[in-house]
């Protein structure tokens, strides 16, 4: 690992987008936008165009075009950044590919030779990359697509070895197809380490999508210029990140000369701006690509791009839309039990017919809330967890957490977790509240290309000398989270809104219903009795029931208020024990209870009040005492009352007449 960070070190050094030579297979001038005066020139201009770079050095760019050329093509270069390219001229018997591109006050023209006829060369590379692109959009799984891929640039290009790659999120490459001559090795499946393609090379693989290496043995032809006035770019400054022929790193020549590459087109796969992998032509002899067809791979190139992105797009669709149907399960089952703290809202979560765990594949996980600690699966020791909680309460921000090689990042918390290589963690609202997966360490097998070892190099900081495959078992991480860390945060936030409305719905039911006997209340009474005399629906009578206990406040005055309370409870037992399913049972407060019947007759009414007096005068066991109590009921009609004030004034005061009768009777 050392030398790999050497290596990605001196390649961050190298002077990749300014090198200051080109490949020498064609030529490049720097010209001032404004006057065309030609203030850099490569050593081979005499070689390429005929002309050697000390006449052209401070001279017009007319002297190698002409006039007319200059009108016809060069005004809009001057004045824009981009140009129609390739710009077709032609020196003497020799035609040119003329590549433009504005570079700050500079325009860098580059000059490739075109072997054979242009037009037609042009007019068949667009007829085949476009079969090859309706070619492609049939494939309908990223294997598909990378096999068809790695098959259609061979015949497009007739290069001898075709490899695509794809990037891990670590950086190291991966190689998910090729398309190889006969007697070739196979990479097929094999993986490459970062430090093969630097951070640097990356970048400028974003602003050059293909690059030609025409080939890897060959000289460098060099840039010069007349002494310059302060601030002009020397070849030195001269910026080719965009230029064709800009010349390559020594370092990358040896690595291609290592791997038996003489040449090599690549081409970049670009989603929202990252490079997530590459495509490499190569051939062992000297082999270039024409800028046309170049541009055309360009265009394949950003067909496979797009169609990864479309595939990852509706499996990512889809694994969301799977993944929250398990988190609204999760959060509905939690929802359906009868709970009366959040320890039992939280266990229903851990030991349902779903868990955390059918969310959120791991080996065990754990939940604290409100003080009480909620597991499944395998999990860590309590002084584990508890340590986890302490930890999460020292955590400068409130967000989560996730690793996949937690002894790497926190050997302290590490080691009071044991068997926990892979750790989400994500809190929750409530101070010191959190909920947490564990996954444990996993072996992986990873075939490298080439053996990742210094005797595989003439230095430390050389490339590899051989490519065949080297495997390496890889420890020390869990299995990949995958972004399920996203998810986790919604379940985190589901569950904080499902508690607060689980708390409301408690909170609404203790103001509707009575605290000792969970009966309805007064309020809720009244808005039920309310709706029944308004009801449009209504058939037969409705009648309302006024209970009072008889002589009960003796029974709290010599046995307690305690006593009192259980002989209201199993009084509130035997009158719901009494009385239909659909009837309200409601206790005013006090020994007052309160029976609404609805779709009753008068004569039910009546044999209702003489069921419940026959309940009430059996005894009540308490405590080794036999207790006994009456009740006066007093019957009201709807059909006398048109409100609910009403109704319930014309009960009370029937019971009154009950009680003056001499008690433990019914009164209308």
């Known amino acids: 690992m050392q030398d790999e960070q050497l290596r990605l070190v001196r390649c961050i050094q190298e002077p990749i987008r300014a090198p200051g030579t080109i490949q020498p297979h064609g030529a490049l001038l720097a010209v001032d936008a404004g006057t065309m005066e030609i203030t850099v020139a490569s050593d081979n201009c005499e070689a390429i165009l005929g002309i050697h770079h000390e006449f052209l050095l401070g001279n017009s760019l007319r002297a190698v075009t002409g006039d007319e050329w200059i009108a016809a093509n060069f005004a809009a270069v001057a004045r824009t950044s981009t140009a129609a390219n390739p710009l077709l001229l032609t020196i003497g018997d020799r035609q040119f590919e003329v590549i433009v591109h504005r570079g700050g006050p500079l325009v860098i023209v580059e000059f490739e030779p075109v072997p054979g006829d242009a037009t037609s060369q042009s007019a068949q590379s667009a007829v085949a990359v476009y079969g090859a692109v309706h070619r492609l959009a049939q494939a309908r799984s990223h294997a598909a697509l990378w096999t068809a891929a790695a098959r259609e640039l061979q015949e497009l290009t007739l290069f001898e070895r075709v490899t695509i790659y794809s990037f891990h999120p670590d950086g190291h490459g991966e190689i998910v197809a090729e398309e190889l001559a006969e007697g070739m090795e196979p990479y097929l499946g094999l993986h490459f380490p970062a430090s093969d393609i630097p951070e640097q090379a990356r970048q400028l693989y974003l602003t050059k999508l293909s690059r030609q290496i025409a080939d890897s043995s ?5 840039l010069l210029s007349l002494p310059a006035p302060a601030g002009r770019a020397t070849p030195q400054s001269l910026d080719l990140s965009s230029a064709e022929l800009r010349s390559v790193s020594p370092h990358h020549l040896e690595f291609m000369r290592n791997m038996g590459q003489a040449s090599t087109v690549s081409l970049s796969l670009v989603r929202d ?4 992998g590459m495509v490499t032509l190569a051939h062992r002899t000297p082999h270039r690509v024409p800028y046309l067809l170049r541009q055309g791979l360009e265009v394949l190139a950003n067909q496979i791009a797009l169609q990864l992105n479309s595939m990852d797009e509706i499996d990512r669709l889809k694994a969301q839309v799977r993944v929250r149907n398990i988190r609204a399960n999760l959060v509905g089952q939690s929802g359906v039990r009868d709970s009366t703290d959040a320890a039992d809202f939280a266990a229903a979560l851990f030991s349902g017919e779903l868990t955390v765990l059918n969310l959120i594949p ?47 990042q926190y050997p302290e918390l590490a080691t009071q977790l044991p068997g926990v290589t892979g750790l989400l963690f994500v809190p929750l609202p409530g101070s010191g509240d959190f909920i947490a997966w ?30 065949s495959s080297w ?24 569950l904080a809104g499902a508690l607060v ?35 449009p629906t209504r058939s037969g009578a409705t009648s309302l029931l006024f209970i009072d206990l008889d002589s009960f406040k003796l029974i709290n005055d010599t046995y307690g208020h305690d006593a009192g309370d259980q002989v209201l409870l199993e009084t509130a037992r035997r009158i719901l024990d009494s009385t239909r399913a659909g009837d309200t049972v409601a206790r005013l407060g006090g020994d007052e209870f309160v029976i609404l019947c609805e779709n009753t007759s008068t004569d039910d009414a009546g ?39 009403q109704l319930l004034r014309g009960a009370d005061g029937a019971m009154y007449r009950a009680k003056q009768l001499g008690r433990d009777q019914a009164s209308r």
């Open 471 to 494: 495997t390496q078992s890889v420890s020390g991480k869990s299995a990949p989270w995958d972004g399920l860390e996203h998810e986790a945060e919604e379940l985190s936030r589901d």
């Open 607 to 645: 044999s209702l009040a003489r069921r419940v007096i026959e309940s009430l005068r059996q005894p009540i066991a308490l405590d080794g005492l036999l207790l006994t109590v009456s009740a006066s009921v007093g019957i009201a009609d709807a059909d006398v009352a048109s409100t609910a004030d």
């Open 362 to 408: 791991a080996n065990g996980a754990v939940l604290s809330l409100a003080g009480s600690i909620t597991t499944v699966g395998v999990v860590p020791p309590e002084d584990g967890i508890a340590h986890l909680a302490g930890w999460g309460l020292q955590r400068d921000d409130a967000q989560s957490y996730v690793t996949e090689s937690l002894p790497g």
């Open 438 to 467: 564990f996954r444990p360490e996993i072996t992986e097998t990873v075939k490298w290309l080439g053996a990742q070892t210094r005797d595989n190099r003439v230095t430390p900081l050389s490339p590899r000398t051989s490519f």
């Open 218 to 222: 060959g000289p460098t032809s060099a």
């Open 273 to 276: 701006g990252q490079l997530i």
């Open 501 to 535: 409305r689980h708390a409301e719905a408690k909170l609404a039911a203790l103001a509707m219903s009575d605290a000792l006997t969970g009966l309805p209340n007064r309020r809720l009474l009244m808005d039920r009795l309310a709706q029944a005399l308004q009801s």
